[in-house]
Structures are given as structure tokens and as C-alpha cells.
């Protein structure tokens, strides 16, 4: 046990709050303009910045441009960083995403493609397979009895889909139906939960995945209660002020990397390997966000329709105003849209 509580820690210590990381690559300065590439991480940011690498030292090599990383320990800190204009390019997913495309002058290019060939990921709540809860009905039997790591309020799987698909419409909130709530990563959750830290917490398939090969041994100690409808993958946004012709190479990169044929391509498509569950990238636009948006507006609309409410005209014009956000937002993400 104390080994891993030690290892924890470490990732604790990678993913506290508010550290941001910047990795430049060694390469020669050819005095062009460096490319930033934005990384939403899975495991830890030293461990995202690494399974990209290979990716974008290519690119670094094709385009003549050196490219840094802005990798980072939390969803707010990749969200500062591209509010601030100090990434080119991110992989973003959900309400990261939609901010990007409506208020910080990004544009989708390209969605990822799983190497399953899935269109998408699947949150989960996960447990210890020898512990209490066996099931979803045992976790919402008891109230205030049970411990929750979930992730950020800006994830989607480790906030957005649990809460709007398994709290809210049963009239329940996750911060006040809990014994008590933990904030972190999907990594850290899943070692809680192993350690007996947390009973409950929230993760997705590829970060269940990433931990099953690290920890195979504790990951067989994990049992999943629950799994959420499809969510679509990540997307790709570049930001609109990029000059052309760079903008247009890049998008051309990223979106062709591992199609060539012959060892070029299977060397390109090892290192697409070593990011978990990526087999490359399909040309997207704006559109593809719009589940994200369903998402999150089924959660307001939950949270709304269980409220407490003066009376049913007060309740009725939330409800009203609701509706006419979603319009709102989906006429934002068209009006954003970047030709494919």
C-alpha cells in the first residue's frame, strides 16, 4: 500500500493544480517562427508531452518550423492558454473545445480517429471489483455514505456525462450527494480507488486503458458500474490567426500523417501508436461539437427541470431561457465554421 500511495503522490506532484509545462525541441533555430502546440493531457503532462513528441518532431522537420509543447497539469490552464493566444494548435475535447471554437478565435480541422474505429469515447464510473458497491443501484442507494473522485467541471467525461446522464435526471447533484468529493485527473481517480481513497470515480476508456498497461495488476482490482452513451472524439483547432500558407501546411500534415504507404507510413503510424487510441486524424469542421453541446445543455436543463422554484412561471422561464442558449450556442458554433 505504501508504494502506492507513494506513487500517487508523484502524479500528484505532476498534475498539481496550475503547473504548466513547456518542452522545446533541441533542434537547430532556423530563425522561423516556432509552431505551439497545445496538449490536453491523459496520464500526467510529462507523459502526454512525450507520446506526442515523435508526431511533432516530424512536423518540426516537414514544415522548417521548430514546435514547442504547451502541456499542461489542467483543463483551466489549456483553456488560459489559448485565451492568452499562446498555442497554434491543441487537441481539445468538449466544453475546452467549444470555448476555443465561440470565444477564442480557433477553428476545428480535423476530429480523431480511434484505432478501434470507434467514432468516439465512453466515460465510466468505476469501483473495486471486491468492494461494496456492485452496481449502479447499490452506489445510488446510499446517500452520503460514499467518497467520489470525478474530474474538472470542464471535463467531459469526468464531470459532464456522469452528472447529466446519471445524477441530474434522478434529481441528484454529485457535490452534495457524496460523503465527500475529490478533484483530479482520471489516473490519479483510478489509483484512489485502488488505494480505498476514493469508493467511486469517474474515468473513459482510453484512460482506463492507459492505466491497465502501467498497472495491470491493480487495474484488475477495478470493476466499471457504469458506461455513458458515445461521446465523439477530440478534435484538432488551429487558431484563426495563423498565416498562410503555415496554416494550410499544418492542417495538410495533420490530417494526412500516417496514410503514406510503404515504411514512411508505418513508421508515421507507430509513433500515431503511442498516443493512446489514436490511428490519425478525418477532416472535421465546427459541427462535430455539437454533441458536446447536447451534452451540456441536457445537464442544464436536468438541473433546472429538478430545482427548487418559487413557482412553476419562474421555473418555466429558466427553462424558456435555456432553450434559447442552446439555439444560441449551435448558431455560434455554425457561424464558426472552418472550411474542410
Not at 61 to 73: F, I, M
Not at 222 to 242: C, E
Not at 243 to 262: E, K
Request: one cysteine or more.
Amino acid at each position: 500500500m505504501r508504494r502506492w500511495l507513494l506513487r500517487a503522490g508523484l502524479l500528484a506532484c505532476l498534475l498539481a493544480p496550475g503547473l504548466s509545462l513547456r518542452a522545446d525541441n533541441a533542434a537547430p533555430d532556423t530563425g522561423a517562427a516556432p509552431i505551439r502546440f497545445g496538449i490536453l493531457p491523459i496520464g500526467s503532462a510529462a507523459e502526454s508531452r512525450e507520446q506526442w513528441r515523435p508526431l511533432l518532431d516530424d512536423l518540426e522537420k516537414k514544415l522548417g518550423h521548430p514546435v514547442t509543447t504547451v502541456s499542461v497539469s489542467s483543463y483551466a490552464g489549456l483553456s488560459g492558454a489559448i485565451g492568452d493566444q499562446r498555442v497554434d494548435m491543441a487537441f481539445l475535447s468538449g466544453r475546452l473545445a467549444i470555448e476555443a471554437v465561440v470565444h477564442q478565435h480557433m477553428g476545428v480541422v480535423a476530429q480523431f480517429v480511434r484505432d478501434d474505429g470507434a467514432k468516439g469515447n465512453v466515460a465510466m464510473l468505476i469501483v473495486r471489483a471486491n468492494g461494496p458497491i456492485h452496481n449502479l443501484k447499490d452506489l445510488l442507494a446510499r446517500p452520503g455514505r460514499w467518497r467520489y473522485g470525478r474530474g474538472e467541471t470542464l471535463s467531459v467525461t469526468g464531470y459532464v456525462a456522469p452528472e447529466a446522464e446519471v445524477f441530474a435526471p434522478r434529481g441528484l447533484n454529485s457535490d452534495t450527494f457524496f460523503a465527500s468529493v475529490h478533484v483530479g485527473n482520471h489516473q490519479n481517480n483510478a489509483l484512489a480507488v485502488v488505494n480505498g481513497e476514493v469508493d467511486v470515480a469517474t474515468c473513459n476508456n482510453p484512460d482506463l486503458d492507459l492505466f491497465r498497461r502501467n498497472f495491470p495488476n491493480e487495474a484488475a482490482e477495478l470493476r466499471v458500474i457504469w458506461r455513458s452513451t458515445l461521446i465523439p472524439a477530440g478534435v484538432l483547432v488551429v487558431r484563426d490567426g495563423l498565416p498562410d500558407p503555415l496554416r494550410g501546411q499544418l492542417i495538410d500534415f495533420m490530417r494526412h500523417y500516417g496514410r503514406a504507404p510503404g515504411a514512411a507510413g508505418e513508421r508515421e503510424r507507430a509513433n500515431l501508436a503511442r498516443i493512446p487510441d489514436l490511428a490519425g486524424f478525418e477532416p472535421a469542421d465546427s459541427r462535430v461539437l455539437q454533441p458536446f453541446v447536447d451534452l451540456e445543455f441536457k445537464l442544464i436543463r436536468e438541473q433546472a427541470e429538478h430545482g427548487r422554484w418559487i413557482n412553476e412561471q419562474a421555473k418555466d422561464a429558466r427553462l424558456k431561457q435555456i432553450d434559447a442558449d442552446y439555439q444560441k450556442a449551435l448558431h455560434q458554433l455554425m457561424r464558426n465554421r472552418s472550411p474542410i
